[in-house]
């Protein structure tokens, strides 16, 4: 039993209102401010800070009250502070700078005056060779560009999953060839990020590379991408990729100019009906008896203004690769993206899912909010009444991620000692065995800005009108991590790179996908909506 409630014989107390708590505290013949079921009241479902629960207590019963009396009150019954002590904590309220497996932030510079085509800085320029072939000139010094080649030398297009030749036990585990000392002429320092290019030069030869993020290679076409003159894909016999400032352009052009004339199936449009979809999964799965988990969707029984949810564990996988190797240089989206996608296909065959009776799950892929660098969300939801879900069981996803990777560093993952993997990573894998809820009226209450997003922290959820109808704040963030959101204008520069990044590099892969009967309790919470 989670510490929401207290149980006296067969009877659960909780407090639902003032009115209740009022009557709660002339009844129990004591202090209020000590009474678990009132703090509990004020500090998990109102979410009240210490200040504004003493001032409530003093308020409703009319004695003075500090903060101090509160929080001493929480320690002697052991209530958690939902907020600061929460497995969610640092996400909701954003109170972590520092990005795991990221370079510094202050290294980032963006500018809508940095050039689309690579050949347009003076990091690359372009000549031409007949014996040697495309040259590019980085740091007074020309080499050939490998093209057409996947080697150990280069940010290959092509990866496998397969790492036989990883650094992973030594520690580092961020690039597989740790031996490699003589950096391929296009891969740059984070400093030089917005001319680095959005995949390697090779990478462009590929049919299902994009038409939209080519730049001519020629040097003889009438357009040199698709921002010049008149707009338009390019039709170039040797192109090259354009920049990642180009390709942030580039997406912010064409899909925002999709957007901004409503055309039907734009990325904003299919982000909110997967944000919708991901909101009715979570309403109906903790609306359902955790405590009997059925073995099909179809037969789950739903219990209508549950008082408590603590028959469910909320679970989020948080699994990141690093946009620079071992020497510092930036690895193109591209091969992060297919290195991202590829280890998390082999990672999530080792979610516990034979474990526990009903494993409903859904993941995606997402970009950090400095870099855009790609990582993986995936929220899980699991009938566990006595609480048995530990960290410990995703321990094996986490492994397998890191060994199938190139680019995940086993620090973001692991705390190491001894040159072994001691224990997983604060926040790499945060557990919820009494769902953290999105409460409506507490939210309500704080409307202080017009974000679209807010609702997960400072806004009231205009979705959320029914009581029963509720929401863990683990599935409202990942749904807010849609890639298509970017476009909304509340979000930064580093999400509409992120979701250039992955039109780049998905070659055509699911970027996010439901578990587990997710879609059939999307689809069921559908049913009931209508039948209301």
């Not at 970027?511 to 999307?522: D, L, N, P, R």
Request: charged letters at 25%; proline letters at 7%; a negative charge.
């Amino acid at each position: 039993m989670s510490d929401s409630c207290s149980v006296v014989g067969d009877t659960v107390e909780t407090v639902t209102s003032d009115d209740e708590m009022r009557d709660r505290g002339l009844s129990i013949g004591g202090d209020p401010h000590s009474d678990a079921v009132i703090l509990r009241y004020l500090r998990h479902d109102c979410l009240l800070s210490y200040n504004d629960a003493a001032e409530r207590i003093e308020a409703v019963f009319g004695y003075a009250c500090s903060k101090s009396m509160i929080r001493r009150g929480m320690e002697k019954h052991g209530i958690r502070d939902p907020l600061t002590d929460g497995p969610f904590a640092d996400i909701l309220q954003a109170d972590d700078d520092t990005e795991p497996a990221q370079p510094p932030s202050f290294l980032l510079e963006r500018s809508e005056d940095s050039p689309v085509h690579p050949f347009d800085s003076d990091v690359h320029t372009l000549d031409t060779d007949d014996e040697q072939g495309w040259v590019v000139e980085r740091n007074e010094k020309s080499v050939p560009t490998p093209r057409l080649v996947s080697s150990p030398d280069s940010d290959s297009s092509v990866t496998t999953t397969e790492t036989p030749n990883s650094d992973f036990e030594s520690g580092t585990g961020v690039y597989k060839w740790s031996t490699d000392t003589s950096p391929s002429a296009y891969r740059v320092d984070p400093s030089n990020r917005e001319v680095s290019l959005v995949a390697p030069p090779d990478a462009v030869q590929s049919d299902d590379y994009p038409d939209l993020y080519k730049a001519c290679g020629c040097g003889t076409c009438d357009e040199k991408h698709f921002l010049d003159g008149d707009g338009g894909t390019i039709d170039c016999s040797q192109p090259v990729p354009v920049t990642i400032a180009g390709a942030r352009r580039i997406y912010q052009h064409t899909e925002g100019t999709n957007y901004a004339d409503d055309v039907d199936g734009n990325d904003v449009q299919r982000a909110s009906q997967k944000y919708a979809r991901l909101m009715k999964a979570d309403s109906a799965v903790l609306g359902m008896d955790g405590t009997e988990p059925p073995t099909e969707p179809t037969d789950a029984t739903y219990i209508s203004g549950k008082a408590e949810y603590d028959d469910w564990t909320t679970v989020l996988v948080s699994l990141r690769v690093s946009p620079t190797d071992d020497d510092g240089r930036l690895v193109t989206p591209l091969v992060l993206v297919d290195d991202c996608l590829d280890a998390w296909q082999e990672a999530r065959t080792k979610l516990p899912t034979d474990k526990y009776d009903l494993f409903v799950r859904y993941w995606l892929g997402t970009g950090t909010d400095d870099w855009g660098s790609p990582h993986i969300h995936c929220h899980l939801w699991i009938p566990d009444p006595d609480d048995d879900v530990t960290r410990t069981d995703f321990r094996p996803t986490v492994e397998t991620f890191v060994q199938a990777s190139t680019f995940a560093p086993v620090e973001a993952h692991f705390e190491t000692g001894s040159g072994k993997r001691v224990q997983l990573t604060e926040g790499v894998v945060r557990v919820e065995n009494s769902p953290l809820l999105a409460n409506p009226d507490r939210l309500g209450s704080r409307v202080t800005s017009d974000n679209p997003f807010g609702d997960v922290l400072d806004t009231a959820p205009e979705r959320l009108t029914d009581g029963d109808s509720v929401q863990s704040r683990g599935a409202i963030y990942v749904g807010t991590q849609h890639l298509g959101f970017a476009l909304l204008g509340a979000e930064r520069p580093a999400h509409t790179e992120a979701a250039a990044f992955f039109e780049v590099g998905t070659m055509g892969r699911h970027t996010s996908h439901g578990a587990g009967g997710f879609y059939e309790f999307a689809d069921h919470c559908d049913a009931l909506n209508e039948s209301a």
